[in-house]
């Protein structure tokens, strides 16, 4: 997302109302995504202070209202803003399934209500978790203040510091070749490992928007 399609949002009404929408949705990801977190791996409990089906919720009606903003100023201004809303709206979906995605580690953690101790891959998948939470929250970061320079270093860090390590660790588990970890905590900590990945791939694709055009939005600049 360029600068001048940036400066287009904040001058414009209506895209600057979905622009701080698409903010908004971003902070309860964040909150949502330390709670699940926390009630993941450091209670024995499920229980956390949010309620996050309301907040997932909440999400999804931000989605639909930017696409109704997005939707509205383009009927009104003709084919000249296409590219910006198309861009806007790509972000938009990337958002709501951050959120989806934190979800699912609460519901993770509903069905595993013991703190998920990871065995022998547990230094693994902290450092897997560390890293996805400073993407995710950097992303943040980069996208609100349209930072260039922060956008194209964070994108080099998802393929090698997290892809792949998610990626070894599932396979590990479905080889045999993570054998101290019963089945239920196996499968926890495969789906953990899973749902950290697809997060911190829509925090790449969200940055991308600063450094890409909408056709290259998820990919290398």
Do not use: W
Request: proline letters at 2%.
């Amino acid at each position: 997302m360029f600068k001048q399609i940036f400066n287009l949002f904040k001058s414009e009404s209506l895209y600057s109302q979905a622009l701080g929408e698409c903010h908004e949705m971003l902070d309860i990801d964040l909150e949502m995504f330390k709670a699940s977190i926390e009630s993941l791996r450091k209670n024995d409990s499920a229980e956390i202070p949010i309620d996050i089906y309301a907040m997932d919720g909440k999400i999804n009606e931000f989605e639909r209202d930017v696409r109704r903003k997005i939707m509205t100023h383009l009927a009104i201004s003709g084919a000249d803003d296409l590219g910006s809303g198309l861009i806007l709206v790509s972000v938009v979906i990337d958002i709501e399934r951050i959120g989806d995605y934190t979800k699912n580690i609460y519901d993770l953690a509903v069905q595993h209500p013991k703190k998920l101790v990871c065995g022998s891959v547990e230094k693994t998948i902290t450092d897997i978790e560390n890293r996805a939470s400073k993407l995710f929250e950097q992303a943040i970061i980069a996208f609100k203040n349209q930072d260039i320079e922060l956008a194209r270093d964070l994108m080099k860090t998802y393929k090698k510091n997290i892809s792949n390590k998610c990626d070894t660790v599932t396979n590990d588990i479905l080889s045999g070749k993570i054998s101290d970890l019963d089945s239920n905590v196996a499968t926890s900590v495969a789906l953990y490992s899973r749902y950290l990945k697809r997060i911190a791939a829509h925090s790449r694709n969200l940055i991308s928007s600063v450094v890409n055009p909408f056709e290259r939005i998820g990919y290398p600049e």
